[in-house]
């Protein structure tokens, strides 16, 4: 199981990232149809809406009905993290050296056995218990 971070599924919905919104777009398409296996996080789905309504400038309701659409869609895993979690975050960001919503992402994803995401973002390979897969590269 790998966990899909914000950005990956922001290109999904992008029109204008060409190469990198098809990729993304096969990526989303393989996990909404079963065909690959994917999570995403509370923290990732809140992001990705304040994403879709901010920097593509989506009306609301079309960014709820992309959410409620991952959300509905049980090929797609929902974690969650706790209020422990947050405290044990704010550790990882400081020991790592990691920005805290990152960590944050990354310690519900240790919370909840998964070890992979895929982002373009390089501050998880700050975290050594996660591997990040960038897509694009």
Not at 30 to 54: D, F, H, K, P, R
Not at 63 to 81: D, F, L, P, Q, V
Not at 98 to 108: G, K, N, V, Y
């Given at each position: ?15 204008t990232q060409g190469k990198k919104h098809e990729q993304a ?21 809140a992001e990705l809406y304040s994403a879709l309504t901010t ?76 591997k990040a897969a960038n897509p694009f590269k």
């Amino acid at each position: 199981m790998r966990l899909v971070d914000t950005n990956i599924l922001f290109y999904a919905f992008d029109r204008t990232q060409g190469k990198k919104h098809e990729q993304a777009k096969s990526l989303f398409k393989q996990i909404s149809l079963g065909e690959a296996e994917g999570c995403v996080s509370n923290q990732v789905l809140a992001e990705l809406y304040s994403a879709l309504t901010t920097k593509l400038k989506e009306r609301n309701e079309i960014a709820r009905a992309i959410i409620a659409g991952i959300i509905e869609t049980e090929s797609w895993k929902k974690i969650n993290y706790t209020s422990d979690t947050v405290a044990s975050a704010s550790q990882l960001s400081e020991k790592f050296k990691a920005p805290f919503w990152d960590a944050l992402i990354a310690q519900t994803m240790l919370e909840n056995n998964i070890r992979e995401i895929v982002t373009e973002d390089d501050a998880f390979s700050k975290i050594p218990a996660i591997k990040a897969a960038n897509p694009f590269k």
